[in-house]
């Protein structure tokens, strides 16, 4: 039995789940001559890998002309290439207990990671190659919430408003840094006008929502845009609404007292025949300023299902969406050209629960896990099915909710 199996089989007898990390590990550059990089990761309290996979899906509207603009490229993610998926992983910093017994390290190239296996004696590590390395043990390193930003999800806007869907999400053992990445701790403050504006703790989704809007002022006179919210969680896969407002209204979210009550009803995922699967009766908000937008956002934020657990004083315990749909009308474009005719793009940013060992805890925080960890799986054997050359392979988007409601952003 060759080292990799082996240790897969271990891995599986010890009761944790191995298949939940291989498939954004092993998407990146299979036809191309970087070092092939094996097909899963060690998964222990150790591993403070995240990594964040961005997929662009062109829009499927008959009518969208885009195909035909001259000079702009295909859905790709960086100039030169054809790329549609970004992957990259952060690594957090190590606490005194990690830094000790490290298992992850970033090589020269700060583009491959090896990980070290607890049988290190052996000598049995694996090396992963992605698009981006952010670390933040080292100095010289780049690696603040801005940076992050910039590199992993700025390009995400161009091409939204070109008329593509986009999905980001951050996946990782509890602990590793999801939430941190995507919303950041205290990712807002208030600015000497008692304005919102965005702390230098702000994550990708907050950074998201403000440049949305800067991108809007710096092009006026191009777009006319109609921007709409919807956001909710995926617990014990269950849908809930985390926008359900009691008084609805778009005027209440002005006031500082707005009232929002997490909906306790569990909604129901249905399919459009030409949208694909969608969350009936989810609230959707229209939104026109960044200021309404940000409201939305901490409130959704605050509604999330979180929990203390031996790896995180305030562990997700619920997947989260957060759709941002743009209907952009290019103005600069004749009436009577098929752009001006309006293009719909859905962009989703997924801050994923994390995966974790289920024993030892109390019975509600192991259903959580059971369903948290299925679901991560469900959304493995997706990824893993899509990377598969053989066209033939069936991709089991039902087999959670997580996939299915994602099935248009992943294939
Ligand atoms: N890059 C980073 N720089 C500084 N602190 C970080 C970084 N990444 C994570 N942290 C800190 O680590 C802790 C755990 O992070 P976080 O809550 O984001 O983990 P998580 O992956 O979302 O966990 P869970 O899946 O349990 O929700 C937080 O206190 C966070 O502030």
Not at 297 to 306: E, P, V
Not at 321 to 348: D, H, Y
Request: hydrophobic share 35%; net charge positive; aromatic share 8%.
């Amino acid at each position: 039995m060759s080292t990799n199996r082996h240790n897969r089989c271990r891995w599986r007898c010890k009761g944790r789940n191995a298949s939940l990390v291989p498939f954004i590990f092993s998407l990146r550059h299979q036809n191309k001559t970087q070092p092939k990089h094996r097909k899963w990761l060690f998964h222990n309290r150790l591993l403070v890998i995240i990594a964040v996979l961005l997929v662009i899906n062109e829009l499927k509207r008959k009518d969208f002309s885009h195909k035909s603009t001259p000079g702009k490229s295909r859905a790709c993610l960086a100039k030169g290439t054809e790329d549609r998926l970004v992957v990259a992983v952060r690594i957090r910093p190590l606490n005194l207990s990690e830094t000790a017994s490290s298992v992850v390290k970033v090589n020269g190239n700060q583009l491959v990671v090896s990980v070290v296996t607890p049988c290190a004696s052996a000598g049995i590590y694996h090396t992963f190659t992605y698009d981006h390395v952010f670390n933040s043990n080292n100095i010289d390193s780049i690696d603040t919430q801005k940076q992050v930003f910039e590199i992993i999800a700025c390009p995400l806007l161009d091409k939204a408003f070109e008329g593509y869907n986009a999905c980001l999400f951050a996946y990782g053992q509890t602990g590793s840094g999801k939430s941190y990445s995507m919303m950041g701790s205290d990712p807002f403050s208030r600015d000497n006008s008692n304005q919102i504006a965005l702390s230098c703790e702000a994550g990708i989704i907050p950074r998201f929502c403000y440049q949305l809007f800067q991108y809007l002022e710096a092009h006026r006179e191009e777009f006319q845009v109609e921007i709409e919210v919807s956001y909710f969680e995926i617990y014990n896969e269950r849908i809930h609404d985390l926008l359900c407002v009691k008084h609805n209204g778009q005027k209440n979210i002005e006031s500082a007292g707005i009232s929002v009550k997490k909906s306790q009803k569990c909604l129901k995922v249905r399919e459009h025949p030409i949208w694909g699967p969608y969350v009936a009766e989810l609230s959707i908000h229209s939104v026109d300023t960044c200021e309404a937008l940000q409201h939305w956002l901490i409130l959704g934020h605050s509604q999330r299902a979180t929990t203390a657990t031996g790896l995180n004083e305030k562990s997700s315990r619920s997947h989260s969406i957060l759709n941002i749909m743009l209907n952009v009308t290019n103005m600069e474009s004749p009436a009577s050209s098929k752009v001006n005719q309006g293009r719909r793009s859905k962009i989703s940013l997924v801050d994923l629960a994390g995966s974790e060992r289920v024993s030892g805890t109390n019975d509600l925080h192991k259903r959580e896990g059971v369903h948290i960890n299925k679901s991560l799986l469900a959304l493995g054997k997706v990824i893993a099915a899509l990377a598969d050359k053989n066209s033939r392979t069936f991709v089991p988007y039902r087999e959670s909710v997580l996939t299915y409601l994602l099935r248009e952003n992943l294939g």
